[in-house]
């Protein structure tokens, strides 16, 4: 017992313990404290997402679609968006971005599918990882110790982005538009044969591809019918 006493400078083991446990409380404030900064980043970045949604919801009334006005607004919001990244990136502490990761992933890549959304209905070309990497204002590489876009959450987002276009190709039948059908069908089959060729060990991430089969399945009735109808343009 006196030998305990003097190696620990006369405390009780009991004391030396309790020490040591209030130590910990300091890690876990800081831990509370980061989280609470996180959780404040992201009621902003959901507001962004829920104006991109509002935006990008007109490309499904029945009337033709002001693509230019379209990329202007949701562009001041991506603006807005990259700030709050930015500042997230400054919460976060270094190399301890997949401890956090999980706040921010399921917006991440719901402002993916619709950066790619709205790349698609400029361009008729996949927005690419790089590309929607610099719009979240984020690293492109997926090195755990950079505040990055990671590839799961950009694949998702294109999954994501896969089923309004199934939706949107219906609508755009409705709205007497016969050509864009035709150019969703081509990329989202394309799209299926480049998820085909990856190994998806991402339990959600296959939960989403196994969704996109039925994407490019409404597609094809569109398609279809078109052709019924002689509207394909064929």
Known sequence: SSGINAEYGGMTSFETGAELFASFEGYFAKD??????????ITELELCNRQLNCNIDVIHLPKA???????????EIMGRAREHFATLKGVVPQEQFYKYHDFWKSITQSLVAKM????????????DKEAASNLLGVSASDDPKEFHLPLEDYLVG?????????????????????TTPLKIAAFVKELESGFRLLNLKNDFLRKRYD?????VKKIEEVVYDLTLRGLNGS
């Open 32 to 41: 509370r404290e980061v989280r609470q900064q996180i959780r404040d980043v």
């Open 65 to 75: 679609i002001d693509v230019p006005s379209l990329e202007r607004s949701c562009g």
């Open 158 to 178: 294109l999954l994501f982005m896969c089923s309004d276009l199934a939706r949107f190709a219906v609508n755009r039948v409705t709205a007497k538009d016969y």
């Open 116 to 127: 790619s959304l709205l790349h698609f209905l400029s361009h008729y070309s996949l927005l």
């Open 211 to 215: 969704t996109l089969k039925y994407d």
